[in-house]
Protein backbone atom coordinates (compact mmCIF):
# COMPACT_ATOMS: atom_id res chain seq x y z
CA UNK A 1 0.00 0.00 0.00
CA UNK A 2 1.55 3.51 -0.86
CA UNK A 3 0.65 6.69 0.63
CA UNK A 4 -0.17 9.43 -2.05
CA UNK A 5 -0.39 12.77 -1.17
CA UNK A 6 -1.76 14.88 -4.55
CA UNK A 7 -0.37 18.48 -4.77
CA UNK A 8 -3.37 20.04 -6.79
CA UNK A 9 -6.34 18.15 -6.86
CA UNK A 10 -8.79 20.15 -8.01
CA UNK A 11 -6.63 20.38 -11.33
CA UNK A 12 -6.73 17.91 -14.70
CA UNK A 13 -3.84 15.51 -13.48
CA UNK A 14 -5.42 15.46 -9.67
CA UNK A 15 -8.87 14.24 -10.51
CA UNK A 16 -7.25 11.40 -12.96
CA UNK A 17 -4.81 10.51 -10.38
CA UNK A 18 -8.16 9.86 -7.99
CA UNK A 19 -9.78 7.92 -10.91
CA UNK A 20 -6.80 5.73 -10.49
CA UNK A 21 -6.35 5.06 -7.19
CA UNK A 22 -10.28 4.67 -7.13
CA UNK A 23 -9.88 1.85 -9.11
CA UNK A 24 -6.97 0.29 -7.12
CA UNK A 25 -7.74 0.75 -3.48
CA UNK A 26 -5.72 -2.05 -2.67
CA UNK A 27 -2.86 -0.16 -4.30
CA UNK A 28 -2.99 3.36 -2.77
CA UNK A 29 -4.10 5.45 0.09
CA UNK A 30 -4.60 8.81 -0.39
CA UNK A 31 -2.82 10.31 2.62
CA UNK A 32 -2.77 14.64 1.67
CA UNK A 33 -4.95 16.93 -0.57
CA UNK A 34 -4.71 20.19 -1.56
CA UNK A 35 -6.19 23.00 -4.12
CA UNK A 36 -5.75 26.45 -4.24
CA UNK A 37 -9.43 27.62 -4.72
CA UNK A 38 -11.94 24.92 -5.13
CA UNK A 39 -13.17 24.37 -1.89
CA UNK A 40 -16.33 22.52 -2.71
CA UNK A 41 -14.35 19.88 -5.32
CA UNK A 42 -11.67 19.56 -2.24
CA UNK A 43 -14.45 18.94 0.18
CA UNK A 44 -16.34 16.22 -2.00
CA UNK A 45 -13.01 14.57 -2.36
CA UNK A 46 -12.01 14.82 1.01
CA UNK A 47 -15.36 12.97 2.20
CA UNK A 48 -14.42 10.54 -0.28
CA UNK A 49 -10.92 9.65 0.10
CA UNK A 50 -10.43 10.65 3.75
CA UNK A 51 -7.17 11.95 3.67
CA UNK A 52 -4.92 12.42 6.88
CA UNK A 53 -5.39 16.10 6.00
CA UNK A 54 -6.26 18.74 3.19
CA UNK A 55 -4.60 21.92 2.49
CA UNK A 56 -6.93 25.06 0.91
CA UNK A 57 -3.82 27.45 0.29
CA UNK A 58 -7.02 30.22 -0.71
CA UNK A 59 -6.92 31.28 3.25
CA UNK A 60 -10.28 32.77 2.89
CA UNK A 61 -12.19 29.31 2.39
CA UNK A 62 -10.34 27.86 5.16
CA UNK A 63 -13.84 27.63 7.46
CA UNK A 64 -16.12 26.65 4.66
CA UNK A 65 -13.99 23.51 4.37
CA UNK A 66 -13.14 23.49 8.21
CA UNK A 67 -16.55 23.38 8.85
CA UNK A 68 -17.81 20.40 6.21
CA UNK A 69 -15.15 18.44 7.33
CA UNK A 70 -15.43 18.84 11.01
CA UNK A 71 -17.33 15.63 11.71
CA UNK A 72 -14.01 13.69 9.83
CA UNK A 73 -10.53 13.37 11.53
CA UNK A 74 -9.19 15.43 8.51
CA UNK A 75 -6.68 18.23 9.66
CA UNK A 76 -7.60 20.90 7.78
CA UNK A 77 -4.86 23.44 7.10
CA UNK A 78 -4.69 26.78 4.95
CA UNK A 79 -2.22 29.09 3.13
CA UNK A 80 0.86 28.40 0.91
CA UNK A 81 3.30 27.56 3.71
CA UNK A 82 0.91 24.91 4.62
CA UNK A 83 2.02 23.00 0.97
CA UNK A 84 5.35 23.36 2.44
CA UNK A 85 4.67 21.56 6.09
CA UNK A 86 2.40 19.16 4.78
CA UNK A 87 3.97 17.19 2.53
CA UNK A 88 6.86 16.34 5.43
CA UNK A 89 4.34 14.12 7.15
CA UNK A 90 6.39 10.97 8.30
CA UNK A 91 3.52 8.67 6.80
CA UNK A 92 3.42 9.90 2.34
CA UNK A 93 5.14 7.51 0.50
CA UNK A 94 5.23 9.55 -3.09
CA UNK A 95 3.78 13.36 -3.50
CA UNK A 96 2.58 13.89 -6.84
CA UNK A 97 3.21 17.45 -7.58
CA UNK A 98 0.44 18.33 -10.46
CA UNK A 99 0.27 22.39 -9.31
CA UNK A 100 0.13 24.98 -12.10
CA UNK A 101 3.74 26.48 -12.71
CA UNK A 102 6.50 28.16 -9.98
CA UNK A 103 3.95 27.09 -7.58
CA UNK A 104 5.31 23.64 -7.37
CA UNK A 105 9.00 24.53 -7.13
CA UNK A 106 9.29 24.65 -3.32
CA UNK A 107 6.41 22.20 -2.11
CA UNK A 108 8.52 19.79 -4.33
CA UNK A 109 12.00 20.65 -2.53
CA UNK A 110 10.44 20.55 0.87
CA UNK A 111 9.37 16.85 0.09
CA UNK A 112 12.40 16.24 -1.41
CA UNK A 113 14.77 16.68 1.54
CA UNK A 114 11.87 14.75 3.22
CA UNK A 115 12.57 11.79 1.49
CA UNK A 116 9.57 11.47 -0.27
CA UNK A 117 9.67 10.14 -3.57
CA UNK A 118 7.95 12.77 -6.46
CA UNK A 119 5.65 11.85 -9.23
CA UNK A 120 6.25 14.95 -11.40
CA UNK A 121 3.73 16.53 -13.19
CA UNK A 122 4.75 20.17 -12.80
CA UNK A 123 7.09 20.08 -15.32
CA UNK A 124 8.20 23.85 -13.92
CA UNK A 125 10.45 22.72 -11.04
CA UNK A 126 12.85 21.36 -13.08
CA UNK A 127 12.64 23.97 -15.65
CA UNK A 128 13.27 26.84 -12.93
CA UNK A 129 15.56 25.03 -11.13
CA UNK A 130 16.11 21.55 -12.60
CA UNK A 131 20.18 21.39 -11.66
CA UNK A 132 19.36 22.26 -8.09
CA UNK A 133 16.28 19.79 -7.90
CA UNK A 134 17.87 16.85 -9.21
CA UNK A 135 21.34 17.44 -7.23
CA UNK A 136 18.95 17.47 -3.86
CA UNK A 137 17.14 14.47 -4.98
CA UNK A 138 20.36 12.47 -5.49
CA UNK A 139 21.42 14.01 -2.16
CA UNK A 140 18.25 12.40 -0.73
CA UNK A 141 18.12 9.13 -2.61
CA UNK A 142 14.85 10.07 -4.27
CA UNK A 143 12.84 8.89 -7.33
CA UNK A 144 11.88 12.00 -9.50
CA UNK A 145 9.09 9.42 -11.20
CA UNK A 146 7.80 11.72 -14.51
CA UNK A 147 4.26 11.83 -15.10
CA UNK A 148 4.21 13.93 -18.40
CA UNK A 149 3.31 11.38 -21.07
CA UNK A 150 6.73 12.13 -23.32
CA UNK A 151 8.93 12.04 -20.26
CA UNK A 152 7.50 8.63 -18.49
CA UNK A 153 8.00 7.73 -22.47
CA UNK A 154 11.53 8.16 -22.10
CA UNK A 155 11.40 6.63 -18.35
CA UNK A 156 9.48 3.51 -19.82
CA UNK A 157 12.35 2.75 -22.63
CA UNK A 158 15.20 3.25 -20.73
CA UNK A 159 14.29 0.70 -17.76
CA UNK A 160 17.50 -1.91 -18.03
CA UNK A 161 19.15 0.30 -20.53
CA UNK A 162 22.42 2.14 -19.81
CA UNK A 163 21.70 6.26 -19.84
CA UNK A 164 24.99 6.96 -20.96
CA UNK A 165 24.57 5.21 -24.14
CA UNK A 166 21.86 7.60 -25.20
CA UNK A 167 22.69 8.49 -28.28
CA UNK A 168 19.39 11.30 -28.38
CA UNK A 169 15.71 11.17 -27.34
CA UNK A 170 12.84 12.76 -29.27
CA UNK A 171 9.66 14.09 -27.57
CA UNK A 172 6.88 14.34 -29.98
CA UNK A 173 4.88 16.76 -30.53
CA UNK A 174 0.66 16.62 -31.69
CA UNK A 175 1.80 19.89 -33.12
CA UNK A 176 -1.35 21.21 -31.45
CA UNK A 177 -4.65 22.73 -32.94
CA UNK A 178 -2.79 24.83 -34.86
CA UNK A 179 -0.72 22.98 -36.64
CA UNK A 180 0.39 24.10 -40.41
CA UNK A 181 -0.81 27.43 -39.63
CA UNK A 182 0.53 30.44 -40.29
CA UNK A 183 1.13 34.21 -38.63
CA UNK A 184 -1.38 35.22 -40.46
CA UNK A 185 -3.98 33.41 -39.23
CA UNK A 186 -2.78 33.18 -35.43
CA UNK A 187 -2.82 36.89 -35.22
CA UNK A 188 -6.64 36.24 -34.61
CA UNK A 189 -6.92 33.34 -33.06
CA UNK A 190 -9.72 33.33 -30.02
CA UNK A 191 -8.88 31.80 -26.62
CA UNK A 192 -11.30 29.02 -27.06
CA UNK A 193 -10.29 27.88 -30.68
CA UNK A 194 -6.59 27.24 -28.80
CA UNK A 195 -8.31 25.62 -25.58
CA UNK A 196 -9.79 22.68 -28.20
CA UNK A 197 -6.96 20.17 -28.29
CA UNK A 198 -7.10 17.63 -31.33
CA UNK A 199 -5.67 14.97 -28.65
CA UNK A 200 -5.82 15.70 -25.06
CA UNK A 201 -7.77 16.71 -22.48
CA UNK A 202 -5.74 18.54 -20.08
CA UNK A 203 -6.17 21.99 -18.23
CA UNK A 204 -6.07 25.92 -19.71
CA UNK A 205 -2.72 26.38 -19.08
CA UNK A 206 -0.73 23.59 -20.53
CA UNK A 207 -3.47 23.76 -23.30
CA UNK A 208 -2.29 27.13 -24.19
CA UNK A 209 1.14 26.22 -24.49
CA UNK A 210 0.40 23.42 -26.69
CA UNK A 211 -1.05 25.56 -29.05
CA UNK A 212 2.02 28.08 -28.87
CA UNK A 213 4.66 25.00 -28.53
CA UNK A 214 5.78 26.10 -25.45
CA UNK A 215 4.75 23.06 -24.02
CA UNK A 216 7.27 21.53 -26.03
CA UNK A 217 10.02 24.10 -25.11
CA UNK A 218 9.63 23.47 -21.38
CA UNK A 219 9.78 19.72 -21.97
CA UNK A 220 12.90 20.21 -23.55
CA UNK A 221 14.28 21.81 -20.65
CA UNK A 222 12.77 19.20 -18.29
CA UNK A 223 14.18 16.13 -20.20
CA UNK A 224 17.67 18.01 -20.20
CA UNK A 225 17.80 17.36 -16.31
CA UNK A 226 15.62 14.24 -16.03
CA UNK A 227 17.60 12.29 -17.91
CA UNK A 228 21.18 13.87 -17.56
CA UNK A 229 21.30 15.09 -20.98
CA UNK A 230 23.31 17.87 -23.15
CA UNK A 231 20.37 19.99 -25.02
CA UNK A 232 22.19 18.91 -28.04
CA UNK A 233 20.65 15.39 -27.54
CA UNK A 234 17.05 16.65 -26.98
CA UNK A 235 14.78 16.72 -30.32
CA UNK A 236 11.08 17.50 -31.41
CA UNK A 237 9.77 15.90 -33.64
CA UNK A 238 5.84 16.44 -34.66
CA UNK A 239 3.25 13.48 -34.87
CA UNK A 240 0.34 14.65 -35.17
CA UNK A 241 -1.27 11.44 -33.68
CA UNK A 242 0.20 10.98 -30.41
CA UNK A 243 0.69 7.62 -30.27
CA UNK A 244 4.16 7.32 -30.47
CA UNK A 245 4.54 9.30 -26.80
CA UNK A 246 8.65 9.50 -27.26
CA UNK A 247 11.73 7.95 -28.55
CA UNK A 248 15.04 7.14 -27.01
CA UNK A 249 18.17 6.82 -29.79
CA UNK A 250 20.86 4.63 -28.57
CA UNK A 251 24.59 5.12 -29.70
CA UNK A 252 24.23 1.53 -31.65
CA UNK A 253 21.49 3.55 -34.00
CA UNK A 254 19.11 1.27 -32.71
CA UNK A 255 15.38 2.60 -31.17
CA UNK A 256 12.83 2.37 -28.55
CA UNK A 257 9.31 4.21 -28.50
CA UNK A 258 6.65 4.18 -26.32
CA UNK A 259 3.28 4.02 -27.79
CA UNK A 260 -0.64 3.96 -26.46
CA UNK A 261 -3.72 6.05 -26.63
CA UNK A 262 -3.34 9.83 -25.53
CA UNK A 263 -4.52 9.21 -22.00
CA UNK A 264 -2.79 10.68 -18.61
CA UNK A 265 -3.97 8.07 -16.61
CA UNK A 266 -1.60 5.17 -17.63
CA UNK A 267 1.44 7.38 -16.88
CA UNK A 268 0.10 8.38 -13.44
CA UNK A 269 -0.97 4.87 -13.08
CA UNK A 270 3.01 3.96 -13.49
CA UNK A 271 4.39 6.63 -11.41
CA UNK A 272 2.27 6.17 -8.75
CA UNK A 273 3.32 1.94 -9.21
CA UNK A 274 6.47 2.15 -10.20
CA UNK A 275 8.33 -0.23 -10.26
CA UNK A 276 5.36 -2.43 -10.60
CA UNK A 277 3.35 -2.44 -13.83
CA UNK A 278 -0.48 -3.19 -12.58
CA UNK A 279 -3.49 -4.26 -14.78
CA UNK A 280 -5.87 -1.51 -16.12
CA UNK A 281 -9.23 -1.18 -17.76
CA UNK A 282 -7.97 1.59 -19.56
CA UNK A 283 -9.02 1.46 -23.48
CA UNK A 284 -6.24 -0.43 -25.44
CA UNK A 285 -4.48 0.58 -29.19
CA UNK A 286 -6.04 -0.80 -31.98
CA UNK A 287 -3.29 -0.64 -35.02
CA UNK A 288 -6.16 -0.56 -37.69
CA UNK A 289 -7.79 2.42 -36.42
CA UNK A 290 -4.40 3.95 -37.09
CA UNK A 291 -3.07 2.97 -40.62
CA UNK A 292 -0.63 5.82 -40.80
CA UNK A 293 1.69 7.52 -38.20
CA UNK A 294 3.24 10.76 -39.52
CA UNK A 295 5.95 13.08 -38.26
CA UNK A 296 7.05 16.91 -39.25
CA UNK A 297 10.00 18.85 -38.49
CA UNK A 298 8.54 21.41 -35.77
CA UNK A 299 7.61 25.35 -37.29
CA UNK A 300 10.06 27.42 -34.90
CA UNK A 301 9.40 30.41 -37.11
CA UNK A 302 6.14 30.66 -36.28
CA UNK A 303 5.77 28.92 -33.61
CA UNK A 304 8.42 30.82 -31.53
CA UNK A 305 8.13 29.77 -28.55
CA UNK A 306 9.75 26.74 -29.13
CA UNK A 307 13.30 28.76 -30.00
CA UNK A 308 12.98 30.77 -27.09
CA UNK A 309 12.93 27.70 -25.22
CA UNK A 310 16.06 26.38 -26.95
CA UNK A 311 17.93 29.93 -26.37
CA UNK A 312 16.79 29.87 -22.68
CA UNK A 313 18.25 26.09 -21.56
CA UNK A 314 21.51 26.64 -24.12
CA UNK A 315 22.39 30.01 -21.93
CA UNK A 316 21.35 28.25 -18.44
CA UNK A 317 21.37 30.29 -15.28
CA UNK A 318 18.11 31.84 -14.25
CA UNK A 319 16.80 32.18 -17.73
CA UNK A 320 14.93 29.05 -17.79
CA UNK A 321 13.20 30.66 -14.78
CA UNK A 322 12.68 33.81 -16.91
CA UNK A 323 11.00 32.08 -19.66
CA UNK A 324 9.14 30.39 -17.43
CA UNK A 325 7.55 33.09 -15.51
CA UNK A 326 6.49 35.29 -18.35
CA UNK A 327 5.20 32.43 -20.21
CA UNK A 328 3.02 31.97 -16.82
CA UNK A 329 1.92 35.30 -16.90
CA UNK A 330 0.98 35.92 -20.97
CA UNK A 331 -0.45 32.70 -21.08
CA UNK A 332 -2.57 34.10 -18.25
CA UNK A 333 -3.65 37.62 -19.89
CA UNK A 334 -4.25 35.76 -23.15
CA UNK A 335 -7.24 33.71 -21.55
CA UNK A 336 -8.34 36.61 -19.74
CA UNK A 337 -8.44 38.24 -23.64
CA UNK A 338 -5.72 40.97 -22.58
CA UNK A 339 -3.23 39.89 -24.67
CA UNK A 340 -3.24 38.35 -28.82
CA UNK A 341 -1.71 34.99 -29.68
CA UNK A 342 1.58 35.81 -31.44
CA UNK A 343 1.95 38.65 -28.84
CA UNK A 344 2.61 35.74 -26.02
CA UNK A 345 6.00 35.00 -27.58
CA UNK A 346 6.79 39.37 -27.75
CA UNK A 347 6.47 39.72 -24.16
CA UNK A 348 8.56 36.44 -23.16
CA UNK A 349 11.58 37.19 -25.69
CA UNK A 350 11.24 41.13 -24.13
CA UNK A 351 12.06 39.86 -20.93
CA UNK A 352 14.64 37.22 -21.68
CA UNK A 353 16.16 40.27 -22.83
CA UNK A 354 15.58 42.68 -20.10
CA UNK A 355 15.81 40.54 -16.89
CA UNK A 356 19.19 40.40 -15.14
CA UNK A 357 21.15 37.30 -16.02
CA UNK A 358 22.04 35.16 -13.14
CA UNK A 359 24.78 32.18 -14.32
CA UNK A 360 24.70 30.51 -10.99
CA UNK A 361 21.26 31.20 -9.05
CA UNK A 362 20.42 30.23 -5.93
CA UNK A 363 16.77 28.94 -4.87
CA UNK A 364 16.54 33.10 -3.61
CA UNK A 365 17.89 34.20 -6.92
CA UNK A 366 14.98 31.92 -8.63
CA UNK A 367 12.40 33.47 -6.21
CA UNK A 368 13.53 36.73 -7.00
CA UNK A 369 13.86 36.05 -10.91
CA UNK A 370 10.39 34.82 -10.63
CA UNK A 371 8.78 38.25 -8.85
CA UNK A 372 11.05 40.54 -11.14
CA UNK A 373 10.09 38.65 -14.51
CA UNK A 374 6.76 38.32 -13.54
CA UNK A 375 6.83 42.55 -12.87
CA UNK A 376 8.02 42.97 -16.30
CA UNK A 377 5.71 40.72 -18.43
CA UNK A 378 2.66 42.48 -16.35
CA UNK A 379 4.38 46.14 -17.38
CA UNK A 380 4.50 45.04 -21.35
CA UNK A 381 1.43 43.36 -21.58
CA UNK A 382 -0.10 46.70 -20.40
CA UNK A 383 2.02 49.33 -22.43
CA UNK A 384 2.05 46.59 -25.52
CA UNK A 385 -0.15 48.63 -27.72
CA UNK A 386 1.70 52.06 -26.98
CA UNK A 387 5.68 50.78 -27.01
CA UNK A 388 5.00 47.94 -29.40
CA UNK A 389 7.56 46.01 -27.16
CA UNK A 390 10.42 47.49 -29.43
Same mark, same amino acid.
Given at each position: ?5 ? =? ?23 ? +?? /?? %? ?7 ? !? ?11 ? @? ?26 ? &? ?35 ? *??? =? ?28 ? !? ?10 ? *? ?14 ? $???? %? ?48 ? &????? +? ?7 ? @???? *? $? !??? =? ?26 ? !?? #? ?5 ? #? @? ?6 ? $? ?13 ? +??? $???? +? ?30 ? #? ?6 ? /?? *? ?9 ? /? ?8
Amino acid at each position: MKHIAI =LGSSGSIGTQALEVIRENPGLFKVS +VL /TV %GHNSSLLIE !QALEFLPLAVVIA @DESKYQEVKSALSRTSIKVLSGESALVE &VVQRPEIDIVLTALVGFSGLQPTIAAIKAGKDIALAN *KET =LVVAGELVTSLAKEHDVKILPVDSEHSAIF !QCLVGENVSRIE *KIYLTASGGPFRGKDN $AFLS %GVTKNEALKHPNWVMGAKITIDSATLMNKGLEVIEAKWLFGLDVSQVDVI &VHPQS +VIHSIVQFK @DGSM *K $A !QMG =LPDMKLPIQYALAYPERINSNFPRFDFL !QY #PQLTFEQ #P @DKTTFRNL $ALAFLAIEKGGNMPC +VIN $AANE +VVVAEFLNERIGFLQMSDVIENCMNKVSFLKS #PTLQDFIE /TD *KETRILADELV /TNYKTTNLK
